[in-house]
Every structure is written in C-alpha cells, then in structure tokens.
C-alpha cells in the first residue's frame, strides 16, 4: 500500500483509520453478511449506523435542543436554492455577505427566488479578507443574511460568529465544519456538503433551527422541504446511506481523539507550520488578510508564476499532490483538513523552505 500526502480541497483526505475499518467491514457489516451499501435504509441496522451517526454528530457540536439535523442530498449547492425555498417566508428579501466564489454563487442562486442584496462584499480587495461586523448593513425585514465562514477557494475564514441583529444567521461551512468548536446557538441554519471534512461525496448534513420549519414556498420538491425532511428523518426518500456510514465513522474517530477542542489545537498547530513558512522569507506570499486567514485552505504564490509547475513537480515527486490554486487565485493551494496528518503538513513546510533556498 501507497498512500500520499493529499492536499486536495475536496473531495479530500478521510482517516486513514477510517478508510481502513470501513475496509474490513465492506463486504460483511457486523456479522450481518452484507455490505452497508447493500442495506435497506428502513432496516432496524441501517437506521441504527443513521441515528448513531446522527448523535455523534450532535454531541461533537454540542447542538443545543431545538435544532434539527437533517442528512440530504444534492451538494452544497442545492443549499443555495433550498435556503431561499425554505426561509423567506413569504417575506421575498434576504441578505448576502459575499466574500469569495461560494458566496457568489450563492447570493446568485438565490436572486431567482428573491431580492437577494449583499450586506457587505469584500470584492473591493479580490476577497482576501472578511469584512468587519460595522462593514454588515443588513436589512432589519430580511428573512435571513447568508455567509461563507470559510471560503475554500480563497482561503478567507470567519474566525468570528458576526451578529445579525436579530435576523436568522445561515453559514455555509462546507469546508471547515468541525475543525473547532463552533456555537451553533448563535445560527438559524447552517450547512455542508460532506466531502471536504466530514465524510464522501454524497451527503449533505443541514442544522436548523425548529422555528424556521414549516414555511417552504409552494412548488418547493418534497425532498427539499426541511419540515418534510425531519418529520421524515432525513428519509423522505433514500438517503445517502454509504456516506452517512462513512461520516458516522469519522465521528467516531474525532471523538476517540478528544473531539473539537482537539482537532482545533492540531488544525491550529498545522496551519502555523505553513503560515510561518510563508510569512518567514518574503519568498512565498499570501494575499489574505492576516486575521482571516483560513486554517483549512492555505492559498500561497510563488514569487514568479512561473515557478509553479517546477514547484507542484517537486511535491509530487516527494509524495504530494493536489497542490494546484484554484485557477481563479492561480498559485498554490495547501487544504489541510481534519483528515490531514501533521506530518503531511510538516512534509510540506520541509519542501517549501527546501524549495525556497533552491530559488529565492
Ligand atoms: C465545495 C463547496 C461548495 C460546493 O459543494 P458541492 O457539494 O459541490 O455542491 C459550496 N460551498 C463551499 C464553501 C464549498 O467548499
């Protein structure tokens, strides 16, 4: 077997544990001679992986009463259209906060439901930084105000919850949910598609606040309509039922290793080690804003771009791969998820300031 360090922004890195138990129990789960995706998902072992996984979840987030988790389908971006199904409330405004690309696309779905504004952008510096809670001009009538506390492409992260003044708070945080504690209470929703730090492609996990159930637009499909869903339990139809299987597993795995407050001490120690190589020399850049720097997604540039692909054929050579910047941001980009070991990063600073002496 030859795993290597994988830096991909998603579909990522899962546990290497992980990946392993799920091998060992593929083809008989728990002596019951099949596998997990051979079962039915209304069968008393499918629904006990579903409900486990489900309070792991919970208890990992420490989710208060009142909010419901829901297991869906469609990727992130059926989140874009579903919030603005299901929120507005027949109230026809909602408010953006816009600060990279996910943020784009979503105030863009969301304008072929609604007056959809934007309470504040950070396009006036590229989206390299998160616009401060006196820049939020939110509109007191909005049903909701959207963010992305973490842009993936951009490596810009909220490493503060912003106030919205009363208005229900929904996040988009795909790609760093559970990379540290997090107080659900101070949100009506929040969402992400599983493939970045939570589990395979396949799955998306909603958390919503009870009181925003029940108002879905007329023409909204069934499964697309939150109160549908929970009352269902996520089982309207068939759900995701391998990816949930996997994500209950990672679960398990971050609670074996001490939870939240764990893998925020590791995501914080991994994130150092680039940080500082790239702020060490004046070789590397980062065009973030220091504060919102994310610790998920480490976008960087080379001094000359045309360093690039000498530098992403060094890293694959030495067992790194999926280095490449987005091509909206160019450059390189390291996403260090959960998923990815210390020493994974450590290789990587290593290279880095090899690199840099071969060159600066
Ligand atoms: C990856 C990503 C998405 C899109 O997810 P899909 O599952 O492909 O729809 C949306 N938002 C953020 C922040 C992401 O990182």
């Not at 001490?258 to 150092?272: I, S, V």
Request: net charge neutral.
């Amino acid at each position: 077997m030859n795993r290597i360090w994988n830096f991909s922004a998603g579909p990522a890195v899962l546990p290497q544990e992980v990946l392993a138990r799920a091998g060992d129990e593929m083809l008989d789960w728990h002596g019951t001679g099949v596998s997990v995706m051979e079962m039915s998902h209304r069968g008393k072992d499918f629904m006990g992986i579903a409900d486990e996984t489900e309070r792991d979840f919970r208890e990992l987030l420490a989710i208060p009463p009142g909010y419901k988790v829901l297991f869906l389908a469609g990727g992130a971006t059926l989140q874009f259209a579903a919030v603005p199904m299901n929120l507005l409330a027949g109230k026809g405004k909602a408010d953006y906060v816009v600060t990279g690309e996910w943020s784009r696309k979503a105030v863009k779905e969301a304008r072929a439901y609604c007056d959809a504004h934007v309470a504040a952008s950070s396009e006036d510096r590229s989206f390299t930084y998160a616009p401060p809670q006196e820049a939020w001009k939110v509109r007191p009538d909005a049903a909701y105000v959207h963010y992305c506390s973490n842009e993936t492409i951009g490596g810009v992260e909220f490493h503060w919850i912003p106030d919205s003044g009363g208005v229900p708070l929904v996040a988009d945080a795909s790609s760093h949910i559970l990379s540290r504690p997090l107080d659900v209470s101070k949100f009506g929703l929040i969402y992400a598609g599983a493939q970045k730090n939570i589990g395979p492609a396949g799955l998306t996990i909603v958390i919503v606040r009870e009181d925003l159930l029940g108002h879905a637009q007329k023409g909204t499909p069934s499964v697309l309509d939150y109160r549908l869903q929970a009352d269902a339990g996520s089982m309207l139809n068939t759900p995701a039922t391998y990816p949930i299987y996997m994500a209950g597993l990672v679960f398990k795995w971050l609670k074996q290793l001490g939870g939240l407050p764990e893998m925020a001490r590791r995501n914080d120690a991994k994130a150092r080690l680039l940080y500082d190589v790239i702020d060490a020399g004046g070789f590397y850049r980062s065009a973030v804003a220091r504060a919102d720097r994310s610790c998920m997604n480490i976008p960087f540039h080379l001094p000359d771009e045309r360093l690039d692909a000498e530098f992403l054929k060094g890293a694959a050579e030495r067992g790194m791969v999926q280095l490449k910047g987005h091509r909206i941001v160019g450059g390189i980009r390291a996403s260090i998820y959960n998923a990815m070991p210390l020493e994974g990063v450590q290789a990587l600073a290593a290279y880095m300031r090899e690199f840099e002496k071969r060159h600066g």
